[in-house]
């Protein structure tokens, strides 16, 4: 029953997985089934680091990872744009 809070980053990290597996021609779904892998391991990180040893520099690494995280999605997003509008001119 202690192992309750680990199914949450499971079901995220199988429906990101599975939506990366069939999404193999949007770029956009692409990268948002990425950010979500990257959430569930980061929500896994969190539980098992500071539901077991009670450590809070857990919580903030866990934010500096969803920061990179989204920084790094905002980047993809900006190419993915630039590519479709270069795309598109041509």
Do not use: R
């Not at 990180?45 to 539901?51: E, T």
């Amino acid at each position: 029953m202690t192992e309750i809070y680990l199914l949450i980053p499971c079901i995220l990290f199988i429906t990101g997985f599975t939506g990366l597996f069939f999404s193999k021609k949007n770029l956009i779904l692409i990268l948002i089934c990425l950010e979500l892998l990257l959430l569930a391991v980061t929500i896994h990180y969190i539980f098992i680091g500071w539901g077991i040893f009670g450590d809070y520099k857990i919580i903030w690494f866990a934010v500096t990872m969803l920061t990179v995280g989204a920084a790094e999605s905002a980047i993809g997003l900006a190419f993915i744009i630039a590519y479709h509008k270069t795309i598109k001119q041509n």
